[in-house]
């Protein structure tokens, strides 16, 4: 039966949003409610043996995100219900067992959420209840920044803190209720926090940071104090291989959760800023322009079809990665025989977390860089393992580091010997994460294959043994990778080439049915994509705006055929003159593969 006004019962649903400080979805349902009842369900989707793997050191870090949750509303007089089950089967049992009139929760653009809320949406409405959802896991609404930047989000970080200058400051933070209406009786079976073995986990957690918004709260608190250190800032700057204190804030697994809102990150930042009379690092390197970067990813990933993969995301480039399980298994497992590329691996094993620059090498490494897979295996091993995996961030930042998005200079390539030592010349970061090789003498540290036997012996490491020898070589591979870079980024160029071609054809006729003629050799494919538009073909004219649309689908098509009919090409030259395929590749677009130059960060 409806309520009368101040009779109301709502539920505020958390998902993300993990917190009580600024949190507009909270502050909604409990206006004008008598009974407000917190809930987390515990959705299979995201446990550890579903297609979403999730690893035990982020799911344990969300069950004390969880318990800390339940600490805070248990102060303000009321506390956490925990179900079990898909929000499809849930929510219609307690829309009636408890009486609901409102539903409120947290916006989450991410794409399973958005299907998922589309889909609780509908039972809502079946059920007579209204739904209110809040934007406040970001700065500012998606929406309004889109409508600032005339429909189309900006491509670049440069284009993007433009539009945060037109757009102002985000809303300011929201202050915790001092207290909340209690949950009404509860007929549903409701639980506590689970453990971990109650959801199916049998290892226990490894990582060093605990979750939760309390967490958070004092890590800000703790890190803003220093206002030397916040206004001297420069992320590229700071040192990737520091474990005793990260050289980070690691605020972002609290972000990732929604524990630390991001609007109250910016303003107590701004008040440290403002207190330093504008002498300050700035964007995009300073502290305030990494929460852009997050901002930015959102922004440009939310409204990119498939941005999370290669195919069908027309911002990604197409490049025919190899497939190497073994490669890719010896990278997750730090087994690489590059000790630092497997220190940072077996760092982000056990802690859930590593520096960026570390993560820059060992993206870079698994991709462009020497092992040559794709960025969407190197994304879903992260998925899987980092506290603050995001769904945006964690593809945006793959594209980034394997030149398939974002960055275009494939040809700057972090060497996995080099780069480490200008951090950590005596191989500290080494020693606690790949201990195996802890006694090895400090110039053997970064290339242990190349310390005597003896030496090896003394230390009780054998390489090829005890620790593997190099998967790659560093300096070969990573010369071939930069001609097979090269090959790819000039097929994608023709390939757009033709796809333009063949668009502005079907722009002129109000047609979108063009192909890209197959052929057989790189020649006369040039002529095919140089071509492309006459062979476009149509019936009828449409309206523009269909038309426009089925245009730029079979331009995305188009441009896919293509890449992959020259690398097929390429790999059917580099098979006939009985090379390998990357050397094949690179011959047929004029590169010498073994004379490449391969600048090392």
């Given at each position: 039966?409806?309520?009368?006004?101040?009779?109301?019962?709502?539920?505020?649903?958390?998902?993300?949003?993990?917190?009580?400080?600024?949190?507009?979805?909270?502050?909604?349902?409990?206006?004008?409610?008598?009974?407000?009842?917190?809930?987390?369900?515990?959705?299979?989707?995201?446990?550890?043996?579903?297609?979403?793997?999730?690893?035990?050191?982020?799911?344990n870090f969300l069950l004390e995100c969880l318990n800390d949750l339940?600490?805070?509303?248990?102060?303000?007089?009321?506390?956490?219900?925990?179900?079990?089950?898909?929000?499809?089967?849930?929510?219609?049992?307690?829309?009636?067992?408890?009486?609901?009139?409102?539903?409120?929760?947290?916006?989450?653009?991410?794409?399973?959420?958005?299907?998922?809320?589309?889909?609780?949406?509908?039972?809502?409405?079946?059920?007579?209840?209204?739904?209110?959802?809040?934007?406040?896991?970001?700065?500012?609404?998606?929406?309004?920044?889109?409508?600032?930047?005339?429909?189309?989000?900006?491509?670049?970080?440069?284009?993007?803190?433009?539009?945060?200058?037109?757009?102002?400051?985000?809303?300011?933070?929201?202050?915790?209720?001092?207290?909340?209406?209690?949950?009404?009786?509860?007929?549903?079976?409701?639980?506590?926090?689970?453990?971990?073995?109650?959801?199916?986990?049998?290892?226990e957690p490894t990582t060093v940071f605990k979750g939760g918004e309390?967490?958070?709260?004092?890590?800000?608190?703790?890190?803003?104090?220093?206002?030397?250190?916040?206004?001297?800032?420069?992320?590229?700057?700071?040192?990737?291989?520091?474990?005793?204190?990260?050289?980070?804030?690691?605020?972002?697994?609290?972000?990732?959760?929604?524990?630390?809102?991001?609007?109250?990150?910016?303003?107590?930042?701004?008040?440290?800023?403002?207190?330093?009379?504008?002498?300050?690092?700035?964007?995009?390197?300073?502290?305030?322009?990494?929460?852009?970067?997050?901002?930015?990813?959102?922004?440009?990933?939310?409204?990119?079809?498939?941005?999370?993969?290669?195919?069908?995301?027309?911002?990604?480039?197409?490049?025919?990665?190899?497939?190497?399980?073994?490669?890719?298994?010896?990278?997750?497992?730090?087994?690489?025989?590059?000790?630092?590329?497997?220190?940072?691996?077996?760092?982000?094993?056990?802690?859930?977390?590593?520096?960026?620059?570390?993560?820059?090498?060992?993206?870079?490494?698994?991709?462009?860089?020497?092992?040559?897979?794709?960025?969407?295996?190197?994304?879903?091993?992260?998925?899987?393992?980092?506290?603050?995996?995001?769904?945006?961030?964690?593809?945006?930042?793959?594209?980034?580091?394997?030149?398939?998005?974002?960055?275009?200079?494939?040809?700057?390539?972090?060497?996995?010997?080099?780069?480490?030592?200008?951090?950590?010349?005596?191989?500290?970061?080494?020693?606690?994460?790949?201990?195996?090789?802890?006694?090895?003498?400090?110039?053997?540290?970064?290339?242990?294959?190349?310390?005597?036997?003896?030496?090896?012996?003394?230390?009780?490491?054998?390489?090829?043994?005890?620790?593997?020898?190099?998967?790659?070589?560093?300096?070969?591979?990573?010369?071939?990778?930069?001609?097979?870079?090269?090959?790819?980024?000039?097929?994608?160029?023709?390939?757009?080439?033709?796809?333009?071609?063949?668009?502005?054809?079907?722009?002129?006729?109000?047609?979108?049915?063009?192909?890209?003629?197959?052929?057989?050799?790189?020649?006369?494919?040039?002529?095919?994509?140089?071509?492309?538009?006459?062979?476009?073909?149509?019936?009828?004219?449409?309206?523009?705006?269909?038309?426009?649309?089925?245009?730029?689908?079979?331009?995305?098509?188009?441009?896919?055929?293509?890449?992959?009919?020259?690398?097929?090409?390429?790999?059917?030259?580099?098979?006939?003159?009985?090379?390998?395929?990357?050397?094949?590749?690179?011959?047929?677009?004029?590169?010498?593969?073994?004379?490449?130059?391969?600048?090392?960060?």
């Amino acid at each position: 039966m409806p309520q009368s006004k101040g009779q109301k019962n709502s539920i505020i649903w958390f998902r993300k949003g993990l917190r009580v400080h600024d949190n507009p979805a909270l502050i909604e349902a409990c206006r004008d409610a008598q009974h407000v009842y917190p809930i987390f369900i515990i959705d299979p989707h995201f446990l550890h043996n579903s297609s979403y793997r999730v690893g035990v050191n982020r799911y344990n870090f969300l069950l004390e995100c969880l318990n800390d949750l339940d600490q805070s509303l248990r102060a303000l007089g009321s506390q956490l219900l925990v179900l079990r089950g898909t929000p499809q089967d849930v929510f219609p049992r307690i829309f009636k067992e408890w009486d609901v009139q409102q539903l409120c929760y947290e916006v989450d653009v991410e794409p399973y959420a958005k299907s998922r809320d589309a889909a609780v949406g509908q039972l809502a409405a079946a059920a007579g209840v209204a739904v209110s959802a809040s934007v406040s896991h970001t700065l500012y609404d998606t929406d309004v920044l889109l409508r600032a930047a005339g429909g189309r989000a900006p491509q670049t970080m440069q284009a993007f803190t433009k539009l945060i200058d037109k757009v102002g400051d985000p809303p300011a933070p929201l202050s915790a209720p001092a207290s909340l209406p209690p949950p009404g009786p509860v007929a549903e079976a409701v639980t506590s926090v689970p453990t971990l073995a109650e959801v199916g986990y049998q290892r226990e957690p490894t990582t060093v940071f605990k979750g939760g918004e309390s967490q958070a709260l004092v890590r800000l608190g703790d890190y803003l104090a220093d206002a030397k250190w916040v206004c001297a800032f420069e992320k590229p700057k700071t040192d990737p291989s520091a474990f005793v204190r990260p050289a980070t804030t690691v605020l972002s697994p609290y972000l990732k959760f929604g524990c630390l809102s991001p609007r109250l990150f910016h303003a107590r930042l701004m008040a440290v800023y403002r207190g330093a009379k504008g002498v300050h690092s700035k964007p995009p390197v300073s502290l305030r322009g990494q929460l852009l970067w997050r901002e930015f990813f959102y922004t440009v990933g939310s409204t990119t079809p498939n941005f999370d993969a290669m195919a069908g995301n027309p911002l990604a480039k197409q490049i025919p990665w190899d497939t190497n399980p073994a490669y890719l298994a010896a990278w997750k497992a730090g087994r690489t025989g590059y000790p630092w590329i497997d220190a940072a691996m077996r760092q982000l094993s056990e802690w859930g977390w590593m520096h960026h620059l570390a993560r820059h090498s060992v993206a870079c490494f698994l991709t462009r860089g020497d092992l040559y897979i794709s960025w969407e295996a190197g994304k879903a091993v992260f998925e899987e393992l980092l506290l603050d995996a995001d769904h945006f961030l964690n593809a945006a930042n793959w594209m980034w580091l394997s030149a398939s998005a974002f960055f275009n200079q494939y040809y700057r390539v972090y060497s996995p010997v080099t780069f480490g030592k200008k951090y950590d010349p005596e191989g500290k970061f080494i020693r606690r994460f790949v201990p195996e090789l802890a006694l090895l003498p400090t110039k053997y540290i970064y290339e242990p294959w190349t310390a005597p036997l003896d030496v090896q012996q003394r230390c009780g490491c054998i390489i090829g043994k005890d620790y593997p020898f190099p998967v790659v070589d560093h300096t070969t591979i990573s010369k071939v990778n930069m001609g097979r870079m090269k090959a790819a980024y000039e097929a994608n160029r023709e390939a757009a080439g033709a796809a333009a071609a063949a668009e502005a054809g079907s722009d002129a006729d109000g047609s979108s049915d063009a192909e890209v003629l197959p052929a057989s050799n790189s020649s006369s494919r040039r002529k095919a994509g140089a071509g492309a538009a006459a062979a476009a073909g149509g019936s009828r004219r449409r309206p523009a705006a269909v038309a426009k649309r089925g245009g730029a689908a079979a331009a995305a098509a188009k441009k896919q055929r293509t890449v992959t009919d020259m690398f097929a090409a390429a790999a059917v030259t580099a098979a006939a003159n009985g090379n390998g395929v990357a050397a094949g590749v690179a011959a047929a677009c004029g590169v010498d593969a073994g004379d490449a130059v391969v600048p090392e960060l």
